[in-house]
């Protein structure tokens, strides 16, 4: 079955840099859209990056994150990063991996389903 593990979560200083690293591994065929969600207590999942495309060109940003985080992805390694620099507290969440991807689900499949990891804590305090 297919699975997404995060890593790279961590507790780091105001201003300071994590990357966040994303593997999905299992029966995969083809992997579509993969992005970072954030989430904290009593709010709802936020999108904070996502990336398409099989060249990984297109990319969209959340506005508080914009010029601060870089989401990149590796297509031949099925893998997924983000570098998050100047961090700041209200960056402070779990974060978690998401994927649109086709492959096997039980049996081989065209269509794509959604995917997502277990969650990495991210915590900026000084």
């Known amino acids: 079955q297919v699975q997404l593990v995060e890593s790279g979560g961590g507790l780091v200083h105001p201003g300071g840099s994590l990357r966040l690293s994303c593997a999905a591994s299992g029966g995969i065929s083809s992997i579509r859209t993969m992005a970072w969600y954030r989430q904290v207590p009593g709010k709802d999942r936020e999108l904070v990056a996502q990336i398409t495309g099989t060249g990984g060109s297109d990319t969209d940003y959340a506005e508080s994150v914009k010029g601060r985080f870089t989401i990149s992805r590796d297509n031949a390694k099925n893998t997924m990063h983000m570098q998050m620099n100047s961090l700041k507290p209200e960056d402070t969440a779990v974060y978690y991996c998401?994927?649109?991807?086709?492959?096997?689900?039980?049996?081989?499949?065209?269509?794509?389903?959604?995917?997502w990891g277990q969650g990495t804590q991210v915590t900026v305090s000084s």
């Open positions: 998401y994927a649109s991807i086709s492959g096997l689900r039980g049996v081989w499949s065209n269509e794509y389903y959604d995917y």
